[in-house]
Every structure is written in C-alpha cells, then in structure tokens.
C-alpha cells in the first residue's frame, strides 16, 4: 500500500478539525455559561460585604450554589478551577488548519489571481502579520481608550480596515477564513495576555495577603464581554467556507462586517435576556442586518453568464472533462487532492446530473474552479449555467 501526502493530509483535516470543533465548544459553552451566570447573580442573602452576587442553579439532577467575589474570598481555596486550556487548544487545532489548508494550499484557497495574483510565501506573510496587527491594533485600542462607546467606534474602525485590505487582496474564501482567524485570536490571546496573567497576579497578591489590584479583575471582565460579542460573527466565518454566495460576492467586505453586526446585536440582546432586560430591538436589529444581507447577496443574472443557448450534453461533458475532473474524478490527478472535493464527481455523466444543481451555484457565485486554475471561460459558464437552468437534460 502507498501512502500518498494527500491523503496523510485529509486525515491530518479531519483529525484537526474534530478536535477545533469540540474544543470550540468546550470553550464558547464555558464563556456562554460564565456571561450568563454572572448577568443573573443577586445579592448574597447572608449580606455578606465581600460577596458581589450569587446564584442558585438546577443541572443534571442536582443543586449548585455559585457565588462570585468583589476581590479576594475570605480564605484562598485549595483547589481552583482555570479555564483556559480550551481556549488554548481551540486556537492551536485552528491554527494548524488554517497552516494546512490555506498556506499548504495557499494556491488554492488563499490566492485568487483575479483578486491579485502574489506568490505563495508573500500570501503567507501577509496573512500571518495581519494575524498578528489584528491583536496588536486591538490591544492598544483597549488599553488607550477607557471609553467603552468610543472604543466600540475604534475597534469597529479596526475591522472595516482588515476587511476591505483582506478581501482585495486574498481569495474570498481565504479573506472570510483569515478574518475569522484574526478575531478568533483575538479571543484566545484576550484569554492568554490579559484574563489569566491578570488573575495570575491576583492569586498571588491574595496568597502574600495583599488586596488584589482591581484593574485585573475589570481588565479581565471588560475582555471576556468582547469575547462573548465576537464569538457569534467567529462561529459564522468558520462555516462560510461552505456558501461561496457569502464570501464571493463582488461586496464581499461588506458582507463581513453585516456579519459582525448581526452576530454582535444578537449576542447582545442574549446577554441582556440573562440578566432579566429583554430589549427586542436588539434582535430586530440583528433580523434586520441578516436581511440586508440577504438583499446584497440574492442571485442576479450575471450578464456576462446570460444569453447562451441550451448546449448538448457531450459539450457540458466535454467542459467538465477540461476543467473540472482534475478535481472531480474517482481518481483525481490534481496535485494535493487526494479523493474527489466532497464527494462531487464530474467524470461521468451519472455524476454530472447527479451534480448539475450544486455546480451551477458553484460556477454562477464563480467559487469553482477555485482560483479559476483550469481557466473555465465566461462563455462555459453560461453554457453550463444554460443547462442547468433547462433542468439538465441528458441528450
Ligand atoms: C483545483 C481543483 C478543483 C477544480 C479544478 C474544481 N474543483 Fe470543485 N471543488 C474543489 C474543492 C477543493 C472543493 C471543496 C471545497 C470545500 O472545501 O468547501 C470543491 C467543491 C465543489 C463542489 C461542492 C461544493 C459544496 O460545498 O457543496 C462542487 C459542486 C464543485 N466543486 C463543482 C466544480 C465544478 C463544476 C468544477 C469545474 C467547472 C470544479 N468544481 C472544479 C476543487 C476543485
């Protein structure tokens, strides 16, 4: 038996991305459940003047009692739960997907040569030191401005920059992933840099008998609310990957920040809910951002794919075989792909009909041949878009 790097590769895929998802879960689950429990904390009945707030919950056939502390607790506990490790592992399984298949594949999935055509190794290093301005720029903005109003403006500044440079310059599929990877850093280093050192040092100064300096503790809140508003934009970049309607789109850019403002508001009116206020104009607002977008991105014929006649089937094949069935073949001869892309064969004609509805949002949105590497012309695509649209008769 011959074990080939492409196929080593699909399992390294699958293995990493198991693992990002069910970490991901752990993670936003657990910040879920802490925003949650600390907007519905009441005053301790015992008075006590240490404590800011406690709850009283029902989960899987018990009682829990939760408080949560102004500052120190009355004696340090000898165990202490951290959570971090999700965080941690969520962002290194993301990373290494996001090494494995866009700057493994940058040709492929980063680099869209009618976006800008750039070699590979300069695709990498400008995504990686967007990666890191994104933290950067975000960090200065959160320790320079106080203002929680005029730091929403700033940071909101912040992504409407990396947006616009990320989708003129990278593939679409590439710019939604690479601004999906940029926030999710931002989250996992919020947790790195900031919550934990901070309450590193908190421990400590409570363990020398000092009163912990406040700041850590409001520098640690302040940065897992952002989190929590980040994390329903993050969820989606993450699965855009599948609705090239999304991140193909000519405004693209714009797309990504409809996003994050659907994601935030609706994270937002949550957030409220669980501390008793429900503001409807919230979610109103998050329905109203969705159907703009829905608007922006509604399918319009493309004239340059309109106006061909229905062509016969051997000629739909013929462009298929030309350039699509490097791909899509039981045997694939692209270099790098292992089994045909999802399953979708286009070598037959069985498969080619099977497929016709699937190819046609994928050659209309212009998301395949990805980076348009097999040169399919706009006359193919409106013949193939022709006969799709003729119910993808056989003869
Ligand atoms: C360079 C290799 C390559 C070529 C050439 C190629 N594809 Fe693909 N195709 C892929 C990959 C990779 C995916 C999976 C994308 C993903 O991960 O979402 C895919 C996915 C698809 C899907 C499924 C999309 C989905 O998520 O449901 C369809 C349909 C498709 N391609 C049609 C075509 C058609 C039609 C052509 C020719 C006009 C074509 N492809 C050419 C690599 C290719």
Redo the contacts with the bound molecule.
């Keep these: 038996m011959e074990l080939d790097a492409a196929y080593v590769m699909e399992w390294a895929n699958l293995l990493l991305r198991w693992l990002h998802i069910i970490t991901g879960i752990a993670w936003i689950g657990a910040s879920f459940y802490f925003i949650a429990l600390d907007n519905s904390l009441e005053p301790p009945k015992d008075g006590n003047p240490l404590v800011r707030g406690e709850q009283w919950s029902l989960h899987g056939g018990g009682f829990y009692y939760k408080r949560k502390y102004k500052g120190a607790p009355e004696a340090m506990p000898t165990t202490l739960h951290w959570f971090k490790w999700e965080a941690y592992w969520t962002w290194m399984s993301g990373f290494a997907l996001f090494v494995l298949i866009y700057w493994g594949q940058a040709s492929?999935y980063l680099i869209d040569p009618q976006v800008l055509d750039m070699p590979v190794w300069l695709a990498i290093l400008v995504s990686l030191a967007m990666i890191v301005a994104g933290w950067v720029g975000y960090d200065r903005l959160c320790r320079r401005i106080p203002d929680e109003r005029r730091l929403l403006l700033a940071g909101s500044g912040l992504l409407v920059v990396l947006a616009l440079i990320a989708t003129h310059i990278f593939s679409g599929r590439g710019a939604f992933l690479l601004i999906g990877a940029i926030t999710g850093t931002i989250m996992v280093a919020n947790v790195a840099m900031v919550i934990i050192p901070g309450q590193k040092k908190m421990v400590k100064s409570i363990e020398a008998g000092e009163a912990p300096d406040p700041i850590h503790g409001q520098r640690g809140m302040q940065r897992s609310v952002h989190n929590t508003y980040l994390t329903l934009p993050v969820l989606l970049l993450m699965i855009s990957?599948?609705y090239p309607m999304l991140y193909q789109h000519r405004f693209n850019w714009l797309v990504l920040i409809l996003i994050f403002v659907a994601g935030a508001l609706i994270r937002q009116f949550f957030v409220l809910r669980h501390s008793g206020r429900s503001n409807w104009a919230l979610p109103v607002g998050g329905v109203v951002a969705l159907g703009l977008l829905a608007l922006l991105v509604a399918p319009r014929p493309d004239p340059r794919f309109a106006g061909a006649e229905v062509p016969a089937f051997e000629e739909v094949q013929a462009i298929?075989a030309s350039?699509?069935a490097?791909?899509?073949a039981a045997r694939p001869s692209?270099e790098g792909?292992a089994a045909a892309?999802?399953g979708?064969l286009?070598d037959n004609p069985a498969q080619i009909r099977r497929?016709a509805a699937?190819?046609r949002q994928?050659?209309q949105t212009e998301a395949?041949?990805?980076g348009n590497?097999?040169e399919?012309t706009d006359a193919e695509r409106a013949k193939i878009i022709a006969w799709v649209a003729a119910g993808a008769p056989a003869r």
């Design positions: 492929t990957p599948h298929m350039r699509c490097a791909c899509h692209f792909i892309p999802k979708v286009l497929w699937a190819t994928q050659v395949m041949p990805p590497v097999t399919l």
